[in-house]
């Protein structure tokens, strides 16, 4: 005789749905464990820790707790997906404000060092880097480093989870060589999220191999493949010997190309993919050109007459690496390039805005858009000539989709109407409130300003170029900048799109229709 033991059922209470919440406590789980890291350090160094502990078990409390009682909704909208977007990013200003508030900074100074970190734009606030606790610097360098691939994650990983990431992606990488791409978006992020940390370790390896110091070379590797520009020393990249500069170039590069190329590269070990790549190519062959410009301008404004071969090679040196910091809106340098020529100064306000490849971690305007406007402009005066001809705009042998051109039309139209109005509202509180240093900011100044925050650069003009100091900036000004950063990371269109009447329209008769109260399903707004 057998005894059958009859366990009491349990009820298990049905999570709530919200994929907001859910999304926000991965964020905070992540972040609560990336600030143990300057936390060990600053135990080790006999700094500060509790400035990154006390927002420890918070966020490692709150975030599971989201996690475990909430999953994705079931009803989520694309324009629920926008404002997640923006929400997202609001919550990881606010986590990284955290340490440098508790550090003793004011709370805009604080806001501006981690937006600039976030969007790994690179405008910093510190005057004098160097006294700062190394872990702090290290917490800035991660912020920055993260920026870079939380690009990834919310655009590949997180948002494909509720359906609406392929279009964004696609938007991102169209005209770029990525046509074909078929994989699944998941697999696809995981793929870019480990070139990201693949090629991170790669150029920190090298980094050590030519003996830099470990602190100094982590903080230049995150910033380095994030494209962010902020640096734990006060003259940047002046006083590293040549190969670790020239490294420094390469993965700059690296950091703006496309990832999706990295990904057959690295993964499907394609042979020549780069090659084949006609942004790739055209971005490369871009910033040796201007490099050679600049060189042969400064070569020309300075005299040859005493220069020695090391002179040459130190000068165009500079000029490649000034080239490729600002194209890959990076913001590192290794001299004052306010210095050069008026004529190379106009160049390098174009090589800012421009930016490097799309599905990379710069910012700017991208090549690949360029190119279908040009593609588009060239149809559109082929139609003039011959009215019933047939034009399409293809990129790499691919045709481009109508929706694609017309996009790329509205992103680079706001692109330029956002720095116009940036650079305007810039001269204004410049002319109406005074700097807390008395310095007047004239138009090349608010231009740069405008171009560096807009399209992450890192590194404005004027008075504000390599040497300039952002500290004494108003406080309007900074909190201005610190949305136009925000502005330009969001590719523009997604960023201004939260500021129309319609997109709150949707969005509250979207909740309205959801609120109604029904018995049968338990659910928490969005």
Same mark, same amino acid.
């Given at each position: 005789?057998t005894?059958?033991l009859?366990?009491p ?6 999570r ?7 999304t926000?406590?991965i964020?905070?789980?992540v972040?609560?464990?990336l600030l143990l /890291?300057?936390?060990? !350090?600053?135990?080790?160094?006999g700094?500060q ?5 006390e927002? &420890? @078990? *918070? #966020? $490692?409390?709150l975030?599971?707790?989201q996690?475990l009682l909430?999953?994705?909704s079931s009803?989520f909208?694309? /324009?629920?997906?926008? !404002?997640?977007?923006?929400?997202v990013?609001l919550?990881?200003?606010?986590i990284s404000? &955290? @340490? *440098? #508030? $508790?550090y003793?900074?004011?709370f ?6 981690a937006?600039s970190g ?5 405008l ?10 190394m872990s702090?610097?290290?917490?800035r ?5 993260m920026?870079?691939i939380?690009?990834?994650?919310v ?8 359906g ?7 938007n ?9 791409y078929?994989m ?5 992020a995981?793929?870019f ?13 090298l ?8 602190l100094?070379a982590?903080c230049l590797?995150?910033?380095t493949i994030?494209?962010g520009?902020?640096m734990?020393t ?12 020239l490294?420094t ?6 950091g703006?190309?496309?990832?999706y ?7 499907r ?7 084949k ?12 050109g201007?490099?050679v ?10 005299g040859?007459?005493?220069?020695s071969l ?9 000029a490649?690496?000034t080239t ?6 990076t913001g590192l340098y ?11 100064i106009?160049?390098?306000?174009i090589?800012a805005?421009i930016?490097?490849?799309?599905g ?6 991208k090549?690949?858009r360029?190119r279908i406007?040009?593609?588009f402009?060239k149809?559109?005066?082929?139609k ?5 001809a ?5 990129m ?10 017309q996009?790329?039309l509205i992103v680079f ?5 956002t720095?116009?109005?940036g650079?305007i ?6 002319i109406?409130?005074?700097t807390?240093n008395g310095q007047d900011i004239?138009i090349i100044?608010?231009i740069?300003?405008?171009?560096s925050?807009i399209a992450n650069?890192?590194?404005g ?9 952002f500290a004494g900036l108003?406080?309007?000004l ?9 502005i ?10 939260m500021?129309?009447?319609?997109f709150?329209k949707?969005?509250t ?5 959801r ?8 659910k928490?707004?969005?």
């Open positions: 005789m005894l059958k009859r366990l059922k349990v009820h298990v209470r049905p709530w749905e919200s994929t907001t919440i859910r926000l406590g964020l905070e789980i972040f609560g464990l /890291v300057p936390a060990a !350090l600053a135990f080790y160094l700094e820790p509790r400035i990154f502990l927002p &420890v @078990p *918070f #966020l $490692l409390i975030g599971t707790a996690l909430f999953k994705e009803t909208r694309s /324009v629920n997906g926008l !404002l997640l977007i923006g929400i990013w919550f990881m200003f606010l404000t &955290v @340490p *440098f #508030l $508790l003793g900074m004011d805009v100074d604080s806001l501006f060092e937006v976030i969007t790994t734009t690179g910093s606030v510190m005057v004098d880097v160097e006294s700062q606790d702090l610097l290290i917490w360098a991660l912020t920055m480093w920026g870079g939380m690009i990834i994650i655009f590949l990983y997180m948002l494909p989870l509720f609406i990431g392929r279009s964004v992606f696609m991102e990488l169209s005209g770029s060589g990525s046509s074909n078929s699944k978006m998941r697999n696809a995981k793929s999220i480990y070139s990201y940390a693949l090629l991170s370790l790669i150029n920190l390896i980094l050590l191999v030519c003996r830099m110091d470990p100094e982590f590797m995150c910033t994030s494209t520009g902020l734990c006060n003259d940047s990249m002046m006083s590293y010997s040549d190969p670790i500069q490294i170039i390469l993965f700059m590069f690296l703006a190309t496309n990832f190329l990295h990904y057959r590269a690295i993964h070990k394609e042979r020549g993919v780069y090659r790549n006609s942004e790739f190519r055209t971005m490369l062959a871009w910033f040796l201007i490099s410009i600049i060189y042969l301008l400064v070569i020309l404004d300075s040859t007459s005493g220069m090391t002179d040459h090679y130190e000068t165009f040196k500079n490649l690496f490729v910091s600002l194209g890959t809106t290794v001299n004052d390039f306010t210095l050069y020529p008026e004529q190379c106009l160049l390098l306000m090589v805005l930016g490097g490849c799309s990379s971690t710069s910012g700017g305007i090549f690949s360029l406007i040009y593609e402009l149809n559109s005066f082929g003039v000539v011959h009215p019933n047939v034009y399409d705009v293809k790499d042998g691919a045709s481009v989709s109508n929706e694609t051109v996009s790329t139209l706001m692109f330029v109407i720095i116009i109005v650079t509202l810039i001269l204004i509180i410049g109406t409130q005074p807390v004239n100044d608010s740069g300003l405008a171009i925050s650069g890192g590194m003009f004027g008075n504000f170029g390599p040497t300039g100091n108003q406080d309007s900074k909190m201005l900048l610190i949305v136009l950063m925000w330009g990371r969001l590719e523009i269109v997604t960023a201004l799109v500021f129309t009447p319609g709150w949707d969005l008769s979207n909740r309205r229709h609120g109604r109260y029904n018995p049968k399903r338990r928490i707004g969005q």
